[in-house]
């Protein structure tokens, strides 16, 4: 029997672009962060040839905008994107659930609903859970345009997960995938897409709320700089 040939390592390139973008999705590397070559290849220990093409790939993603004389920035979230993505995931994830979670075993959903019963440390696992809860929806329907859609965005709903998770709603966000979870397990169809519903525009809130929060924040900094606080 021939042994299969050994899978090729990832590049050089491929790591740092990896790495960095792991980074800026998991929010280690907070939207509006200025960045540097310098400091990238630092701490990506790497040298300035993989990071330029990182920095370029990301760039093309729009997870990064590159300003000529200032620098690397993270791209912020901006009101007008999360309101454009989660007008698309509205009226994609619920019409999934309604018409294609039948296509999920039921095991699956027992799994889920046992994972997301029980509290989990904020951290990356339960981050890449969540994604692959939605997801399974998606691929459900066997489109390829939803699902090339979703894979598309992707990175950047990841981001917004983590956003909502320091806004609070790590704990909400577990009992609303509970609650879509059982309606599923049950066969209430209905009410499992208005659960599943409930829960991104509950998630829309929550990133609504932190860009809100950071503009505000913004403000002040702005005003402060600018003598325009209480007392100076």
């Known amino acids: ?5 050994a899978k090729p ?53 729009q997870l990064l905008t590159i300003h000529p004389k200032k620098g690397i920035f993270v791209n912020t979230v901006s009101l007008a994107n999360v309101s454009e993505l989660f007008e698309a995931r509205l009226r994609i ?7 294609y979670g039948n296509r999920i075993r039921d095991d699956v959903y027992a799994e889920s609903i046992a994972y997301f019963s029980v509290p989990h440390p904020k951290g ?18 066997n489109n390829r345009y939803l ?10 709903v990841m981001r917004y997960r983590v956003l909502s998770a320091m806004e609070g709603r790590l704990l909400d966000s577990s009992r609303e995938h509970c609650e879509v979870a059982e309606q599923c397990l049950r066969g209430n169809w209905d009410r499992a897409a208005e659960a599943m ?26 005003a402060v700089v600018n003598g325009e606080s209480a007392g100076v």
Do not use: W
């Open 1 to 5: 029997m021939e042994a299969k040939p």
């Open 9 to 61: 390592s990832p590049s050089l390139k491929q790591i740092v672009y990896e790495d960095l973008k792991r980074q800026i999705v998991s929010c280690e590397i907070l939207p509006g962060a200025q960045l540097t070559e310098e400091a990238l290849c630092e701490r990506l220990k790497a040298s300035r040839t993989p990071v330029r093409d990182a920095v370029s790939r990301l760039e093309q993603e």
């Open 93 to 99: 994830e619920p019409y999934a659930v309604r018409h």
């Open 124 to 141: 990356a696992e339960q981050y890449i859970r969540d994604d692959a809860f939605h997801q399974r929806f998606v691929e459900a329907t």
């Open 147 to 156: 699902t090339m859609f979703y894979s598309t965005v992707k990175d950047q």
């Open 197 to 222: 519903r409930e829960h991104i525009e509950n998630s829309k809130i929550a990133i609504l709320n932190y860009v809100m929060d950071q503009n505000r924040d913004a403000k002040n900094i702005f």
